[in-house]
């Protein structure tokens, strides 16, 4: 384990990350689809807005709060900790370690389909909130199953993901053979065999695997095997009438992860959900597609205080999260973030994660002239300003003979984006 107190920022964890962790796992977490251009107009398009400054506004010394209200319960921080696939390959009891840190930071945990420890398993691990992502699978008697057992969990919140219905080419993942292959490759274990203390953490448990898959042994034993069998049970042919039937034997709170069109926001508000998330799979589907920050104004305007809006995608900075929150959204989800404390250091590495954000949103928020986050959503697009020339802040505008056409769009967006 790395000595995370050394991590001034996230990517100082994610260095320390690739260290500890063999490059396959590594690659997944780190890769994207296709030419990874989502991925990485998720993280630079962050710097279309910068915060405004608001000077002598008198606010007290400890008088900053950062908690917020998100899907019916109060919390510390604005955050989510999001569904990671495998978290548990980045350090041993994973899932369970990053509960834990979530619990102690008053921030939720929304646990992956594809977690190595169980539902019941992290249910069972700590007392803060845990909510869990689902998949509407080809034979809906595994996804009705899985909801009994959330069910027994005392799981209330499900986040159901309906971006994945096709698999793209994700390119660092082919050439390491990770999710398509159902036993080790020569490489693979080659890569494993250079990193004898994540080895040892990884088998404490017996070999590893999918600890949601273990009620169901049709889907195989092996991590590689039920990841592979798993994904592809996922439904393709998921339509709006399957938010009707999920509807229907679902009592609790359904969030719609995978939003990025204001029409589907609607729609999904319409058939029943009581959030969204704005997301495009952290941009591990379509390539190219929005950032997930470029459509939130435009999607918050279209919704309104209708509904819960949530959004992940390129956070890494405590910044970041005022800008998404300033621009409509309820809360963020974060991903790869805590992931890379999770794999330079296990529950403190994501409690670093997450003290780094709290570090960096404090004295920010009180720069802007807001003691707290209720009023930062309050002031809403009025607390940022749009950078100009606008298209510049993107490599990808660059050149780009629309880039004007696409400035005015946003600048609409964003000045009709101030809901309370």
Known sequence: MSDVSKAWNIDDLRRMASRNVPKHFVDYLQGGANSETTMQSNRSNFAWWNLKQKVLAGIEENATDLGTTYLGERHQLP?????????????????????????????????????????????????????????????????????????????????????????????????????????????????????????????????????????????????????????????????????????????????????????????????????????????????????????????????????????DGGIRRGADVLKALALGATAVLIGRAYIYGLGAGGEKGVTRCLDLLREEMRPALNMMGFPTIDQLKLAGSDALRLRAPFASTSRLAENDATAGETQNAHVVAIRGSNVA
Not at 144 to 165: Q, W
Not at 275 to 286: A, M, P, T
Request: net charge positive; hydrophobic share 40%.
């Open 79 to 311: 955050v989510l900790l999001g569904p990671v696939g495998f978290a548990g390959m980045y350090h041993r009891n994973g899932e369970i370690a990053a509960g834990r840190a979530a619990e102690k930071a008053g921030i939720a945990q929304v646990l992956s389909t594809f977690s190595i420890a169980s539902l019941e398993e992290v249910a069972q691990s700590h007392r803060g909130s845990l909510y869990f992502q689902l998949y509407v699978f080809r034979k809906r008697e595994l996804t009705e199953h899985m909801l009994e057992r959330c069910r027994k969990a005392k799981i209330h919140t499900i986040f159901l993901t309906v971006d994945t219905p096709f698999a793209p080419v994700r390119e660092r993942d082919e050439r390491n053979g990770f999710r398509a292959r159902t036993t080790l490759s020569p490489g693979m274990l080659l890569s494993m065999l250079r990193h004898p203390l994540w080895c040892i953490g990884a088998l404490a448990n017996g070999m590893p695997s999918v600890g949601n898959c273990r009620p169901y042994p049709e889907l195989g034993k092996s991590l590689m095997e039920q990841s592979v069998n798993l994904g592809r049970m996922i439904d393709p042919t998921l339509a709006w009438s399957d938010i009707r039937w999920l509807r229907d034997r679902w009592e609790g709170k359904i969030v719609i992860k995978g939003i990025l069109d204001a029409d589907d926001a609607r729609r999904a508000i319409d058939e029943g959900a009581d959030g969204i998330v704005i997301s495009n799979h952290g941009g591990r589907q379509l390539d190219p597609a929005p950032s997930t920050i470029s459509v939130l104004p435009e999607i918050a305007r279209a919704v309104g205080g209708r509904t819960e809006i949530l959004m």
